[in-house]
């Protein structure tokens, strides 16, 4: 009976069955002056609890006005693909990776639709540095409510031949690094907020190259996505939900052997590889109010090649 009374008392002990995280505590560790932006005071209605007047259209429930996000990976690829959707959506932008100067590509597309944009170097492997890129979060808009887990890296090496560094390099970035970042985004985020997994159908199939680690990872996020939902869709009113992509073009891909995409088509039922502006709107649903009873899944987007 004890060990159950102690462990309900974790379950309610780190901030509450609700609520944030104190943001005032936040911003002294975080340690930096607030300089320049007008910081927003805390609000008592979160823009996703208003009441939805009637007169609420099914699209403007896709919309992401006034809202914060922060994007893993977003220096190439995918990732800079989401930046620029959800900044289409209406929402600033938190953006982190290891090449600043890709990142800063990325926050000029940002900032050319007319949304506000901090890039903060970042190498997901490392907890401080997760936790300083919501820190950065706080410290410029006070909020975060849409955490995109991007950032990733791919390897395909025969499990006889792998190192035991090879394989924990990826499971690092790939799932640690999405750990990290859930936990320093919990923290902070309020009811109605929204994180999601990038994670890959390699996490569900096999697709003919050795990827160990990768598909390990990618199905590790899967059953990490499922048990954060059930700590905070309830408790805290943070939706955790994860993609599945199939191929889309990107420097990842560029790195696969000559004719291996070519022979994965015929997988595919809608007979191709994907756009990544295909993906960004299944992103969208998800961190938006339009995903809001959605939670703790894994939406494949893939042309259906799980079904083949
Ligand atoms: N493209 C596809 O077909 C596909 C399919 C399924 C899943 N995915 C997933 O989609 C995500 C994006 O991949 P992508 O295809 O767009 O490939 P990409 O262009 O290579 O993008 C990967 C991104 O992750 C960042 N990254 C890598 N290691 C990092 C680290 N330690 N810390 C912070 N950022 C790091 C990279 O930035 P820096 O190098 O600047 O750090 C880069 O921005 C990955 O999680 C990938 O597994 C892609």
Redesign the pocket.
Known sequence: MARVTALLGALTSDDGPLGPGSRSTLRHRAGVPFVGTPVRAHRAVHPAQRVRSPAVGILDRFRLDDRVAVV??????????FARTLAEAGADLVL?????H??GETRAEVEKLGRRCVTVR?????PE?CQALVDAAMTEFDRVDVLV??????TAVPATRETPEQFRSVI???LN?CYWMAQAAAKVMAPGSSIVN?????GMTTAGLPQAA?TS??AGLIGLTRDLAQQWSGRKGIRVNA?????????????YPEGYLESQKQRILAGR??D?DELAAALVFLASDAGSYVTGVTLPVEGGLLTS
Do not use: Q
Request: overall charge negative; hydrophobic content about 35%.
């Open positions: 893993t990976g977003a220096s190439s690829g995918l990732g800079a693909v982190g990776a290891r090449r600043e890709r990142l970042t190498d997901v492997s490392s540095d887990n991007n950032a990733g890296i791919g690092d970035v790939n690094g990038i994670s890959s159908v390699l990768y990872s990618k993609l599945a992509p199939g191929f889309f073009t990107s420097e990842m891909t560029d790195t590889i994907g990544p």
